[in-house]
């Protein structure tokens, strides 16, 4: 029997349920129909228990806030606003696609080409929230939360960044009780576990260097087990730069030392990252999104065809055995020919 749609009643025109997306820390998540636009959109409930807590709907009322004034292709876009019933909600965009924890799920290291893809996108949208020009009312924007579950792929290849619940205008007063830890342990940065209060635009890059180099490598960087050792490692642990793939571009292992670096003063800001990343991107094709997308559709339904590599991939190099292999047999053949010839 199919579930009994519900409507929030209050709305002109009613909303249509769809089906249920699942439960979080603030609330629960619905798909719903909007008839008179005919499109499905994303309704995030906040729970009935929280709207007495004031912080609470202040962390809400946030998000909406936020999200209100970031117009960009690489965020998620806010659609309404409204308390109907008691109860507050939130309206966004639905993309159809898979989250990064998702993608990260079914395979474990995808192409090295669809990491820089997430990448570039990903750091984008970053640029344009940490950028002052861009909101001047409110400053730059710390999302403060950046991993793969808020991280989301449509199956168009196109990113976007979910999630700014916990997020922090540099000009507003932070919700954040002093010596509270905030994000999620595994993707925090040094200051977001040692001080609160030092966490900057900053922190959102640590983050996405972690999920690049699980990208890369199929495996978290620092993660250890249980959350102490994993705070531990992330304060102090040094990386093993050796453990990346041999055949990266250059460029990429110094991009990620920028992303990474323990002192947030030493570490590169969205901007400085791009400008690293866009000479490797120049082997990419100019708009890589659509075999992004065609690459997730066949991670979905592993009969479909596999995207071909982005024309002009720069060539895996060869362990430096393999080349001394190679050239020593083509002395040893130069030398045959040349001795026969001679016989002849």
């Excluded at 954040?176 to 977001?192: D, F, K, L, R, V």
């Excluded at 609160?196 to 250890?224: M, N, Q, V, Y």
């Excluded at 705070?231 to 642990?237: F, L, Y």
């Amino acid at each position: 029997m199919a579930p009994k749609q519900k409507r929030i009643q209050s709305i002109n025109p009613p909303l249509e349920w769809v089906h249920s997306v699942g439960k979080g820390a603030m609330g629960e998540v619905n798909l719903y129909h909007d008839p008179f636009l005919d499109r499905t959109v994303v309704v995030k409930q906040m729970n009935s228990d929280m709207l007495d807590s004031p912080e609470m709907i202040k962390r809400f009322e946030r998000e909406v806030q936020v999200l209100s004034c970031l117009k960009h292709p690489n965020i998620v876009d806010i659609y309404g606003f409204w308390m109907a019933e008691t109860k507050l909600y939130l309206s966004m965009e639905f993309i159809n696609g898979w989250t990064l924890r998702q993608l990260l799920e079914a395979e474990k290291r995808p192409p090295h080409w669809v990491c820089m893809a997430i990448l570039w996108d990903m750091l984008t949208g970053l640029e344009y929230a940490h950028a002052t020009y861009a909101h001047k009312d409110i400053g730059p924007i710390a999302h403060r939360d950046i991993k793969p579950a808020n991280i989301m792929i449509g199956f168009n290849g196109r990113l976007r960044l979910l999630d700014f619940g916990i997020s922090k205008p540099q000009q507003s007063k932070d919700l954040t009780n002093p010596g509270t830890q905030i994000g999620t342990i595994a993707y925090m940065s040094p200051e977001q576990i040692q001080e609160a209060a030092a966490i900057s635009t900053k922190t959102d890059i640590f983050s996405a260097g972690i999920i690049f180099w699980e990208l890369l490598t199929g495996k978290h960087p620092f993660r250890g087990p249980n959350a102490m050792s994993t705070c531990q490692a992330i304060v102090n642990k040094d990386l093993d730069w050796k453990l990346l793939p041999y055949e990266l571009d250059p460029k990429i292992k110094y991009l990620l030392q920028g992303m990474l670096q323990k002192d947030p003063k030493k570490r590169f800001s969205a901007q400085q990252a791009l400008e690293t990343l866009e000479q490797p991107m120049q082997s990419l094709p100019r708009n890589p999104n659509a075999l992004v997308g065609h690459y997730l559709l066949h991670i979905r339904k592993p009969e479909s065809v596999l995207p071909p590599s982005p024309p002009n991939l720069p060539k895996f190099r060869k362990p430096i055995s393999t080349w001394l292999f190679t050239a020593s047999g083509c002395l040893v053949c130069l030398a045959a020919g040349m001795l026969i010839g001679h016989l002849a």
